[in-house]
């Protein structure tokens, strides 16, 4: 490919996966920057990339044709805003905005730029919910799946033990199962059969008021588990839980239809098949499995962002227009978490 230069503004941990997966891509070449210098210059060292203590230097300097940003969210408008102006093709990390009125006012700037702008929503690269998108979304007639029929019902899981990181289980940092493992469902819910419609919650508590994080004990105020229930496109009933108590990282989907069931999870070792009543769409009648292999997601999803610029093509998916349906459903849980406190 011809070169490519991307600049990465934020040198955290996220920086350094996305850093090593544009590395992997023949004829990228990288900058980096943060606000705290030194930070930049250990990732130049580490990673054997340039770097600038100057943000607008990325920004201005002519041959950096996207950025890639890494940065907590208060700070993404502003970037965001600022790498259209000076039109960047953009790759950020979730979320977006908090702020539903930054959202609409970054999808303003960008609905007209043949820029490419995506947000990283990891489980959209995940193989076999690519196939599940497939079968419930491209093969269709009159809004149903040509090989399951009508959805009936949905469940969206994903559960971990947490206790990694504090400021995970911190309200004031933005921790809490809704920030860290709920928008990954109702993400893949929205993608399936969005948008979504008519938002209940069904339970939010905080089980676990204490955290063991490094051999220390500290106290915790965020939320540890959430259920909610919502309506699709045809209707279909869908449940969205996570949490943070699972004792070991667990996920899956299972899906059923009028012509049978999908279930599909990122763990290889879970299952993931179609079975169906009736033979359809190439698919034989009963279970049929599903396994794709090991995939590196972040290379996959930087490789996407990339070939999307290459094309001159806009991507179709983790797009503003997700992010914005999402934090409008995140808005609405918090407004009812509100009302019912």
């Known amino acids: 490919m011809n070169n490519l230069k991307i600049g990465v503004i934020g040198c955290g941990k996220q920086a350094y996966k996305h850093i090593r997966s544009i ?35 990325i920004f201005e300097d002519g041959k950096v044709e996207a950025v890639v940003i890494c940065t907590p969210t208060q700070t993404h408008f502003e970037l965001i805003i600022k790498a259209l102006k000076n039109n960047l093709h953009v790759f950020c990390e979730k979320p977006l905005s908090d702020k539903i009125n930054e959202i609409k006012d970054i999808k303003k700037a960008e609905i007209d730029t043949n820029l490419v702008m995506m947000i990283g929503y990891i489980y959209r690269f995940v193989p076999v919910f690519e196939e599940g998108y497939r079968i419930f979304t491209e093969l269709q007639a009159h809004g149903e799946s040509l090989i399951t029929g009508r959805a009936l019902n949905a469940f969206f899981r994903l559960g971990g033990r947490g206790s990694h990181q504090i400021w995970k289980h911190l309200k004031e940092d933005g921790g809490g199962a809704i920030n860290e493992m709920l928008v990954h ?40 588990y959430i259920l909610i229930k ?16 699972t004792p070991a990282f667990n996920q899956y989907v299972e899906i059923q239809c009028e012509n049978g069931s999908f279930r599909g999870s990122i763990q290889q070792d879970s299952p993931s098949y179609l079975f169906l009543n009736e033979a359809r ?46 934090t409008t459903i995140i808005d609405r849980i918090r407004n009812l978490l509100s009302e019912g406190s």
């Open 281 to 326: 769409g190439g698919f034989d009648q009963g279970k049929t499995n599903f396994s794709f292999g090991q995939r590196n997601l972040l290379d996959y999803q930087m490789l996407y962002f990339v070939h999307s610029i290459l094309s001159k093509t806009k991507a179709d998916k983790n797009t503003v227009a997700d992010s914005l349906q999402l």
């Open 185 to 224: 469902m109702i993400d893949l819910a929205n993608w399936y059969f969005g948008p979504l419609r008519d938002v209940e919650i069904i339970s939010c508590c905080q089980y676990l008021h204490q955290r063991t994080i490094r051999g220390k004990t500290i106290d915790v105020d965020a939320e540890d």
């Open 230 to 245: 919502c309506t699709g496109k045809n209707g279909v009933e869908i449940l969205c839980q996570a949490d943070l108590i």
């Open 23 to 57: 590395k992997k891509i023949p004829g990228a070449d990288i900058v980096v920057h943060d606000i705290v210098p030194q930070l930049a210059h250990t990732m130049a060292k580490t990673e054997d990339v340039s770097f600038v203590d100057d943000v607008n230097e």
